[in-house]
């Protein structure tokens, strides 16, 4: 969040929306920007399609909110806010937002996952008595993807746990929060690279590996940046249809005739999309799992 480390003390926010029309959002973003606000978001009520998703998303209505620290002088953005709404006829609502509640309370609904074989994730600010360092999976995703709860990456994990990746060299693409890698890296995997395009997702991958104490290489950057002479026994894609479809071609570079990929994040629907791209390069599948409408995959190249 840009607004957190402002100040010494975080103060709570108020959050202004103007609910304003589809061609007015990139204007009114622009207006309230001007206010010198801490963070800034929109909906421009058009459905979110691929690459963004994989599931088409019905469009709200469309908005912008804008966040000011709820301090001395507010009131007077507030008059000046509220003027403009009604000069240009948007609805205009105002919410107190607690910092505190914003940053932690997310955590509550965050449990400990219990995986095969006795492994387990554990939220970095929870603790589980009777799990072993090598079963014990420490795991703060802050802003990433993958905190094991979605169905794409509990099939991963359990799958992992299955294959065993001890002593193999592990591809982990889109790691998000590192989970994947973890894990293998907690089954002792020979050596693991962790590949993540986005830098506030890195960061947490990073934090995470710390946490649990591992080595893994870590990349900030897609597949196109994993130097072409490193080939792997292990890949983990847990991304979407419409990533792993194009990627295909350039990840079996990575691989050798007895590799694995475990292939996630694709909707039932799609996955005879899946099944062609890898035979038609030659490769099988060998195993496929549907969970909640979610498919995976273990492919060999």
Known sequence: MPWVGNSSVSPDYMAVT??????????????????????IEWEDGKPAQAPFTDIPLIPGRPFVRGYFPDEPGFDNIRVELE???????????????????????????????????????V???????????????ILDPAMAFG?????????CL?????????????????AGSGILAIIAGKMHAHEIWAVEPDPVAFRALESNIALNHLKIHTLLGTLKDVPHDQVFDLALCNLIADI??????????HLH???????????????EEIIRVVESYGGHIT???????????????
């Not at 006829?89 to 997310?106: C, K, Q, S, V, Y």
């Not at 359990?158 to 889109?174: F, K, M, Q, S």
């Not at 792993?244 to 990840?251: D, K, R, V």
Request: hydrophobic fraction near 40%; glycine fraction near 6%.
């Open 18 to 39: 103007c609910f304003v029309s589809a061609d007015d959002v990139e204007w009114a973003a622009q207006l309230l920007l001007d206010f010198g606000l801490s963070g």
């Open 83 to 121: 003027h403009l709404a009604k000069q240009h006829g948007w609805d205009m609502t105002l919410e107190r937002i607690r910092t505190e509640d914003w940053a932690n309370n997310w955590k509550q609904y965050y449990h400990p996952i219990y995986l095969k074989d006795n492994y387990v994730v």
């Open 123 to 137: 939220p970095a600010w929870q603790d589980v008595d009777g799990i072993d360092d090598d079963h014990r999976i």
């Open 147 to 155: 905190t094991g709860t979605h169905p794409t990456t509990l099939m």
């Open 158 to 174: 359990n799958e992992i746990i299955e294959i065993d990746p001890n002593r193999l060299r592990v591809l982990d693409l889109g």
């Open 244 to 253: 792993i479809i194009p990627e295909w071609p350039s990840l079996i570079q």
């Open 257 to 271: 005739p007895g590799s694995q990929a475990i292939l996630s994040g694709i909707l039932w629907e799609r996955r």
């Open 287 to 301: 195993k496929m799992v549907e969970r909640d409408g979610w498919a995976m995959m273990v492919a060999t190249p």
